[in-house]
Each structure stands twice: as C-alpha cells, then as structure tokens.
C-alpha cells in the first residue's frame, strides 16, 4: 500500500508475498515456515505466493509446493524486492502498468 500511495500504480490483491528483504540491495532472502505460509495464502483465498528463490529449509519447500499444488495457488520465485513488484503491478492489456486516478469530490 505505500508503494501504491507514492506512485500511484495498481497492485493484485490476490497475491502473498514472504521472505526478508535487504533494505541496502533489495535482495530477498529465505524466511521459515513457508510451507504454513502457502496454507495460510491458500486458505485466505489468494490465488498467488511469492517467495524467495532461496530457502534454508528444503523440506519445507517441498511441502510449500505440495500445499500450492492442492491449493491450486500459484508459486512464483523472486531474486529481488524489484522482482516481486514487477509480478505485483496490474498492467493494462497492452502491457504497460495501470494508475490509480484519484476522483475530486465536490
């Protein structure tokens, strides 16, 4: 929501994002309890889950892909903070991302 109040672009709201972020690169990195994180996204509805490209804990991520398949939700990998907001912006059909217009009340 702070990147939609700055610059004005749409963001889904059908996607979970986890995992820690490197405030100096943008990096992201792996975080624990991923596969109760894809249960969670799974059972709030969300259709996606974005998670680092790395995990510390492979047993997890097997289990985080088993939970995503059942759950017909959407895994997709990150390298970067800049990967997850590519991902996360609503384009346009042509491709191009999509701006919020704020109404004037009168």
């Known amino acids: 929501s702070l990147l939609h109040a700055f610059t004005g672009l749409e963001f889904c709201s059908d ?7 490197s405030m100096s690169t943008g990096a992201v990195g792996p975080v624990g309890s991923v596969d109760d994180k894809a249960k969670a996204a799974q059972a709030s509805g969300l259709k996606r889950l974005i998670v680092p490209r ?3 804990v492979q047993a997890e991520v ?14 997709q990998h990150v390298d970067s903070i800049w990967d997850a907001i590519r991902l996360c912006v609503k384009t346009k059909s042509r491709g191009e991302p999509r701006r919020h217009t704020h109404r004037q009340h009168t």
Do not use: D, I, N
């Open 15 to 21: 996607t979970a994002l986890t995992g820690t972020l």
């Open 62 to 75: 097997a289990r985080m892909k088993e939970v995503c398949r059942k759950g017909k939700l959407e895994l």
């Open 54 to 56: 790395e995990h510390s």
